[in-house]
C-alpha cells in the first residue's frame, strides 16, 4: 500500500493481483535403489488467468472524499517446471522438497469494468507512452509436501 499526504489531505493505493493456471504435462520420478530416496522433475504448460486491482482513497476534507476500484483481466502462456526429492518415513508415508521456476508473463491486460467515459470494460490498460500494461508472475518456487498413500 502506498499513502499519499499533503496540505489539502490523503490518499491511499493499494493493488491486489493473482493468476490461476491451468496446465497439463509430465512428471518423472526415479526411485535410488537401496535407499529411502526418491527424485524427480516434471514439466507443466498451460494457461494463466490473470486478475489485477488497483484500489484508491482519498481524503480532501471539505473537498471531498470518496474512493474507486479498477479491476483488470488478462491471460497468458504457462509453463511450470521443477526438481524435487522425497524421503519415504514408512511404506505409505513420505516427505519432500521441490524447487522450480515459473514462466508466465502476461502481456496485455483488459478493464473488467468501465471505469469513466474514456475507459470501458474490454479496453487494453495502456501505460505511460501508449504501451500495453503488463504483469510478471514468473520466479521462482519452492515447496514442502507429505503423502500419504493408501
Known amino acids: 500500500m502506498f499513502q499519499c499526504l499533503s496540505g489539502y489531505g ?34 507443466y504448460g498451460g494457461y494463466g488467468f490473470a486478475n489485477f486491482e488497483e484500489k484508491v482513497n482519498y481524503d480532501f476534507g471539505q473537498y471531498g472524499s470518496g474512493s474507486y476500484d479498477v479491476p483488470m483481466t488478462g491471460g497468458c502462456f504457462v509453463i511450470d517446471s521443477s526438481l524435487r526429492a522425497s524421503y519415504a518415513i514408512s511404506s505409505s508415508i513420505s516427505a519432500g522438497l521441490n524447487v522450480g521456476y515459473r514462466q508466465a508473463k502476461v502481456t496485455k491486460l483488459t478493464f ?16 505511460d507512452e501508449n504501451k500495453d500494461y503488463h504483469l510478471d508472475f514468473s520466479g521462482m518456487t519452492a515447496g514442502a509436501s507429505f503423502i500419504y498413500n493408501f
Open 10 to 43: 490523503s490518499s491511499t493505493f493499494s493493488t491486489t493481483g493473482s493468476l490461476i493456471p491451468v496446465t497439463a504435462g509430465i512428471a518423472y520420478d526415479f526411485r535410488i535403489p537401496d535407499t529411502k530416496f526418491k527424485v524427480g522433475a516434471d514439466v
Open 112 to 127: 473488467a469494468k468501465d471505469i469513466d467515459s474514456t475507459d470501458k470494460k474490454g479496453d487494453t490498460v495502456k501505460e
